[in-house]
């Protein structure tokens, strides 16, 4: 697939290949140290929307996140067992 196109995004490879984004991320480690690709930055990237947040606010999202998922597992624990 890599040589078939001269562009080609991490998601776009995993889908075609069947993989998860953790093996393509592997793959093209593996592939970029050994000079066979070169990666360059999507500006498109929606992660880039984090850009607006101060490592403040992100730890608080996480924070966040941390506890709503330990209540949502405690709720889910308590509706199983009955």
Request: overall charge neutral.
């Amino acid at each position: 697939m890599l040589l078939e196109c001269e562009v080609a995004t991490p998601g776009s490879l995993a889908e075609a290949l069947g993989l998860t984004s953790g093996s393509i991320t592997v793959m093209l480690d593996r592939l970029e140290s050994a000079g066979y690709v070169e990666r360059a930055a999507d500006p498109a990237d929606r992660r880039r929307l984090l850009r607006r947040y101060t490592v403040s606010d992100l730890q608080l999202f996480v924070d966040f996140l941390q506890r709503d998922r330990a209540l949502q597992e405690a709720h889910a624990a308590r509706v199983r067992a009955r």
